[in-house]
C-alpha cells in the first residue's frame, strides 16, 4: 500500500514538473515571438518611411524593403510572420491617402506576402478563402481579378459576400453589370456593404453603368440600385425608385419608401407619389409614404387629404385627420367625424 502510494506521489510530482515545464516553455516561447513581430513592425515601418520619403529625393527600390523585411523572418516559408505582415500592411493602406497611398499599392504589389493571399483562394475552407479574398481587396491587389470573379457565386454566402465587395473595389461602376448574373440572393447586409464600398472607392456617379442594369428582375439587384440612388443623391434617377412604391413585394416596397425619403421631389413626382399611395395594400406603408409627403409638402393638399377620408381605412383615416389637425384644419376635421356619426345614426 506504501509502495502504491510513494508511486502515486512520484507520478503526481513528475506531472507537476512537466506542466511547470510546459508554462516556462509557453512564456518563454512569447517572449521570442513577441520580440520577433516586433522586430517585423519596426523594420516595416522604417522601410516603408524610406520608401515613400527617399534620403535626398533619391529612389528607394522595393527590393531593399523585400531583403529587409526577409531578413527578421518575413519568409514565405515562415507562414505566421507573414500573415502578421499582411496584417500590417492592410493597417497602412488604410491610414494612407493621395501619392503616398499610390506608391503603397505599388510596392505591395511587388513585394512577397501578396502570394500568400492568393494561395489561400485555393483553400477548400470557406473562412481561409473569404479571409484571403479581403486581404486582396483591402490592399487593392487587381491582378487577381479574375481569380476573385470565379467566386462570385460561391456557395458559402460569406466568400461570394466578399469576392462581390472586391468587383466593387477593382471595378467600380463597371462592377454592376454582374448584378443580372449573380445566382444567389443578396442578403441586405451584403446590399449595405457594396453600396458604401462604391461610395468609398468611387464617389463619383456614372450613371451609364447604373442605366444598363435597370432591366435586371432580380429582387436584390432593384433593392441594391435603389440604395445606391440615395447614396449618391441621385435627383434625376429618383423615378426609378418611385415605380416600386406600389410594387406586389412587401421589401421592394419597403426600400423604395425607405429610399425616397431622402428626396424632395418635383411637383409630377409628389403627385404621382400621392396616386401610388392609395395601391399600396399595407396599412403601416401607406402610413410612411403620406407622412413623408407631408414632410416635402409646403401645405397640405386637402383635396388628396380628403380622398385619405374617405378610404374607410380607420388608420390611415386618423393619420390624416392628425396631420390636418396639426396644420390648422381643425374644423375640417370635427366636420369629417360628425358626418361620420351622423352616418352612423341614420344606418
Not at 173 to 191: A, D, G, V
Not at 195 to 215: C, F, N, R, S, T
Request: glycine share 4%.
Amino acid at each position: 500500500m506504501e509502495e502504491k502510494l510513494l508511486l502515486l506521489i512520484q507520478i503526481l510530482f513528475l506531472v507537476l514538473i512537466l506542466v511547470w515545464c510546459t508554462i516556462g516553455f509557453s512564456l518563454i516561447y512569447r517572449k521570442i515571438r513577441k520580440s520577433q513581430l516586433n522586430r517585423i513592425e519596426r523594420t516595416f515601418a522604417s522601410e516603408i518611411s524610406k520608401f515613400l520619403y527617399p534620403a535626398h529625393g533619391e529612389e528607394y527600390h522595393y527590393l531593399n524593403v523585400q531583403r529587409a523585411l526577409q531578413a527578421v523572418g518575413a519568409k514565405p516559408s515562415k507562414k505566421g510572420n507573414i500573415q502578421y505582415l499582411i496584417d500590417l500592411m492592410i493597417r497602412a493602406q488604410r491610414s494612407m491617402l493621395g501619392n503616398n497611398y499610390n506608391k503603397l499599392r505599388l510596392l505591395f504589389s511587388q513585394i512577397p506576402p501578396y502570394g500568400a493571399s492568393q494561395s489561400k483562394l485555393n483553400s477548400r475552407k470557406w473562412y481561409v478563402k473569404a479571409r484571403g479574398i479581403r486581404e486582396i481587396y483591402e490592399m487593392e491587389q487587381v491582378q487577381y481579378i479574375h481569380d476573385i470573379t470565379r467566386e462570385r457565386n460561391n456557395p458559402n454566402i460569406f466568400v461570394r459576400r466578399e469576392a462581390q465587395i472586391a468587383m466593387v473595389v477593382f471595378l467600380g461602376w463597371e462592377s454592376l453589370r454582374f448584378l443580372p448574373y449573380l445566382k444567389k440572393e443578396m442578403t441586405l447586409w451584403q446590399q449595405i456593404k457594396i453600396v458604401e464600398k462604391l461610395y468609398a472607392h468611387y464617389p463619383d456617379a456614372q450613371i451609364k453603368y447604373l442605366k444598363k442594369v435597370y432591366g435586371t428582375q432580380r429582387p436584390y439587384a432593384q433593392e441594391l440600385l435603389m440604395r445606391i440612388i440615395r447614396k449618391f443623391n441621385l435627383f434625376t434617377e429618383v423615378d426609378y425608385i418611385i415605380d416600386f412604391l406600389n410594387h406586389e413585394s412587401f421589401d421592394r416596397r419597403e426600400t423604395a419608401i425607405y429610399c425616397l425619403n431622402s428626396f424632395k421631389l418635383t411637383e409630377e413626382q409628389l403627385q404621382e407619389v400621392k396616386d401610388k399611395l392609395f395601391k399600396i395594400p399595407n396599412t403601416e406603408q401607406q402610413v410612411q409614404l403620406m407622412q413623408y409627403v407631408t414632410q416635402i409638402s409646403t401645405e397640405p393638399d386637402l383635396q388628396f387629404f380628403d380622398k385619405i377620408l374617405q378610404t374607410g381605412n380607420d388608420i390611415l383615416e386618423l393619420s390624416a385627420a392628425e396631420v390636418l389637425w396639426n396644420n390648422g384644419y381643425e374644423e375640417r376635421v370635427r366636420e369629417f367625424y360628425y358626418s361620420q356619426y351622423k352616418l352612423k345614426e341614420v344606418i
